[in-house]
Antibody
Framework: EVQLVESGGGLVQPGGSLRLSCEAS????????MNWVRQAPGKELELVAN????????YYVGSVRGRFTISRDNPRNSLYLQMDSLRAEDTAVYYC??????????WGQGALVTVSS | DVVMTQSPLSLPVTLGQPASISCRSS???????????LDWFQQRPGQSPRRLIY???NRDSGVPDRFSGSGSGTDFTLKISRVEAEDVGFYYC?????????FGPGTKVDIK
């Protein structure tokens, strides 16, 4: 069974940093694209960042480019999102999602990030 | 980016009655491969999104057959043949044909 478990969410002040982790199990992690998708309060789902199976390529939505860094450790079956220079508008639930065949086929339970003073 | 719209945004339904949600894209979602990458997700209260339908009409494992998807090009529909209490929540369409993937705004389904 595919499992994705996020951790690392919390309350942080504007301008601060946070690192999210996603531990994967139940599938060969190194074969799949992986994604971070967020859902701000009352807003639609948004792809934040994406990384190729071998980590050789990444994508970021414009609003986080230069501030967020997606990475992965395939031997540890883990995905990360380093979030720096956080803003109030980054407040959201962040989901780790597996990518397959132009789709997000499995999701974690989410990690809440709140940016507030 | 492709723009996805859904209607209605709120759908009160009667238990046992059918329900239908429309999703439209600003561009055709037919991929150069011939596939159309349009999915439907369900998000129950307090839960993470769960994929119900992929590539327009393919149900994921464990999804009840009262859920069905249809459509082509730019117009797509999710139908629930007989709504049950556990179907309450938000429903999102998402396109994967054109990078980046874009989600629709969501339709809130609740019981009258």
């Amino acid at each position: 069974e595919v499992q994705l478990v996020e951790s690392g969410g919390g309350l942080v002040q504007p301008g601060g940093s946070l690192r999210l982790s996603c531990e994967a199990s139940g599938f060969t992690f190194s074969n799949y694209y992986m994604n971070w998708v967020r859902q701000a309060p009352g807003k639609e789902l948004e792809l934040v960042a994406n990384i190729k199976p071998d980590g050789s390529g990444t994508y970021y939505v414009g609003s986080v480019r230069g501030r967020f860094t997606i990475s992965r450790d395939n031997p540890r079956n883990s995905l990360y999102l380093q979030m720096d220079s956080l803003r109030a508008e980054d407040t959201a639930v962040y989901y780790c999602a597996r990518g397959f065949d132009y789709s997000f086929d499995s999701w974690g339970q989410g990690a809440l990030v709140t940016v507030s003073s | 980016d492709v723009v996805m719209t859904q209607s209605p945004l709120s759908l009160p339904v009667t238990l046992g009655q059918p329900a239908s949600i429309s999703c439209r894209s600003s561009r055709s979602l037919v991929h150069s491969s011939g596939n159309t990458y349009l999915d439907w997700f369900q998000q129950r209260p307090g839960q993470s999104p769960r994929r119900l339908i992929y590539k327009i009409s393919n149900r994921d494992s464990g999804v009840p057959d009262r859920f069905s998807g249809s459509g082509s090009g730019t117009d797509f529909t999710l139908k629930i043949s007989r709504v049950e209490a556990e179907d309450v929540g938000f429903y999102y369409c998402v396109q994967g044909t054109h990078w980046p993937p874009v989600f629709g705004p969501g339709t809130k389904v609740d019981i009258k």
